[in-house]
Nanobody, 115 residues
């Protein structure tokens, strides 16, 4: 079972930057895809970005050009670089990993963007 631990959340002003990290409990070479999802207060969880084991990325339209997802296989860690953040980026950010069609989730890290 893959365990995921997110870190890097916090309070940031609009226009600022933040980098989230997701540390996996095992080698991410064996993980098919990793991703970041977020859930704003009163809303459903939504996709932010994903990255496959081959490095292909996918982004929600709302974050394209501002956020970058990456992974470091040596450190078993995935990242989400968030630039030019907006108040609507506020929410709990969850790390996701897919391994042999099974989804694993972290407990989330809170990002608050002040205007």
């Amino acid at each position: 079972q893959v365990q995921l631990v997110e870190s890097g959340g916090g309070l940031v002003q609009a226009g600022g930057s933040l980098r989230l990290s997701c540390a996996a409990s095992e080698s991410i070479f064996s993980i098919n895809a990793m991703g970041w999802y977020r859930q704003a207060p009163g809303k459903q969880r939504e996709l932010v970005a994903t990255i496959t084991s081959g490095g292909s990325t996918n982004y929600a339209d709302s974050v394209k050009g501002r956020f970058t997802i990456s992974r470091d296989n040596r450190k078993n860690t995935a990242y989400l670089q968030m630039n030019s953040v907006k108040p609507e980026d506020t929410g709990v950010y969850y790390c996701n990993a897919v391994k042999i069609s099974v989804n694993y989730w972290g407990k989330g890290t809170l990002v608050t963007v002040s205007s």
